[in-house]
């Protein structure tokens, strides 16, 4: 009787195995977007100066050759805690698909249970006497859902893509805090670049004045000279303040980025020239395989598919076999064969017959969350794709830009230095000074803001590329 139970329950399994599923035929979603050209809009007329084998992996910001950022990205990764909270959303999310892939399995326990006991002699169907006994049982059972209409397999299959949803999620979350540790130290160098320069001017201004205030107390210049000086010379200070304000919040956003007190966390000021780095530009298909943003997206439409059929095995009955076995004894030898019980079933089958438009319903919000997510993968490709254009027309102009603002900035000090030599030799008056000084010194802080610019455009690049293709996998 064993065995033909045991065969029995072996073949409603398989049956449960090869039973059919209610959600649809999943095809990607590419049907809603456009077509994907062959190359980038912004690329037309520029290509950058590098090969292919150049493209960044791995570690992409050692590309700018800097030890400090080095340093903060390592210490980013280990105490960033957004970066830990999206460790742990993974972690929810794998250990969810954990919980719907353990209904595959049989659900079994044991118990035991051991009492004395007194029936009274009034009882019903009585013999007239009580009776006191001990009443010993060890046993278990063992339940299962047959899975025939694919509830519990399309339940798995939603619950292993959010986890691999989570996973790109996680993925985007530790390349944004890359890009943005890169972003705010090449910010935080440009601001010591420029406090740099205005050092400078802030000491030539001052000899200026000096020789203004000497030339004014000798009666070959007037006081409208000496207070042109100071006035420039007190706008340049005002402007180191400023940039000095500016400093200390970029390097309070560094510190929470690297989970450190803005209080206790200080990156010594450096004045270092980065070269641009070369960066090779793939085409727009690769970007949808690169970016991990993508890839959660289209998971995501591939759980609320499969949620559909979730929703549609609602309509049919749910099945499900039991069985239980056991000993059961009064005393003596608990374990022995005489006392052995055992019950194959209940076989259980449940359809609710009427439920007021409730699973009608749940079938369509199910539908509507495929709409919603396909909406939103669609979203996000666009997204994408404006991202990437806008980075790589950025890095063309300001390649442009930063020529053409650097002959400006160069051109400026010429001009300051001859109209203070021609000031010097009584050719010209201050006013001339004054202007070349003011325009010199624009140009060149100009210059440096589209220098940082240049390296901003190039980590904005890296994150809508969607970095390094081993992150991008996911």
């Known amino acids: 009787m064993a065995k ?34 062959e190359q980038f809009a912004e690329m037309k007329g520029w290509a950058p100066a590098a090969p292919r084998d150049a493209e960044l992996r791995g570690d992409w910001w050692t590309v700018f050759g800097d030890p400090v950022l080095d340093d903060l990205e390592s210490r980013a990764a280990a105490a960033s805690p957004t970066l830990a909270a999206a460790l742990a959303r993974y972690d929810q999310a794998r250990g969810a698909a954990g919980v719907a892939a353990a209904d595959l399995y049989p659900q079994i326990g044991v118990s035991g249970d051991a009492s004395r006991n007194r029936v009274s002699a009034g009882r019903p169907l009585s013999s007239g006497s009580s009776a006191t006994y001990n009443n010993y049982i060890v046993g278990g059972s063992a339940s299962y859902e047959l899975d025939l209409w694919g509830r519990v397999r399309n339940s798995v299959k939603a619950g292993n893509a959010e986890a691999a949803a989570s996973q790109s999620d996680l993925a985007s979350a530790r390349l944004s805090l890359q890009a943005s540790v890169a972003d705010a130290y090449l910010r935080l160098r440009g601001l010591d670049a420029q406090a740099a320069l205005l050092d400078r001017s802030v000491d030539a201004f001052q000899r200026a004045a000096q020789l ?18 100071r006035t420039v010379l007190g706008n340049a200070q005002a402007q180191v303040a400023s940039i000095a304000n500016q400093r200390a919040q970029t390097e309070h956003e560094l510190a929470a980025l690297t989970g450190a007190l803005a209080s206790s966390f200080h990156v010594a000021p450096q004045e270092a020239a980065f070269a641009t780095p070369a960066i090779a530009v793939g085409t727009p298909s690769e970007l949808l395989q690169r970016r991990p943003d993508i890839a959660a997206a289209e998971r995501r439409v591939f759980a609320a598919n499969a949620r559909i059929g979730v929703a549609r095995a609602a309509w049919f009955p749910t099945i499900g076999l039991g069985a239980s076995g056991g000993w059961q004894t009064t005393g003596g030898n608990l374990l022995s064969a005489p006392n052995a019980m055992w019950a194959l079933g209940p076989l259980t089958a449940l359809l609710n017959v009427f439920d007021g438009g409730a699973r009608r319903s749940q079938v369509k919000i199910s539908r509507a969350e495929y709409d919603e997510a396909a909406a939103d993968y669609r979203g996000t490709v666009l997204d ?32 300051s230095e001859i109209a203070m030599s021609r000031y010097r030799d009584g050719a010209a008056g201050y006013l001339d000074v004054v202007t070349a000084q003011t325009d010199a010194l624009d140009a060149q802080r100009s210059a440096i803001a589209v220098d940082t610019e240049r390296m901003r455009a190039a980590v904005s690049y890296v994150r809508a590329i969607g970095g390094p293709s081993e992150q991008a996998g996911g």
């Open 384 to 415: 994408a794709f404006r991202e990437v254009e806008d980075s790589i027309a950025a890095m063309r102009q300001l390649e442009a830009q930063g020529k053409a603002q650097q002959q400006a900035a160069d051109a400026a000090q010429r001009t």
């Open 4 to 37: 033909r139970a045991l065969l029995a329950l072996s073949l409603l399994a398989g049956t449960a195995l090869a039973g059919c599923s209610m959600a649809p035929t999943y095809t990607p979603p590419q049907s809603s977007l456009p077509a994907a050209p």
């Open 212 to 229: 203004t205030e000497t030339r004014h107390e000798g009666g070959i210049s007037s006081g409208i000279d000496v207070n042109r000086a």
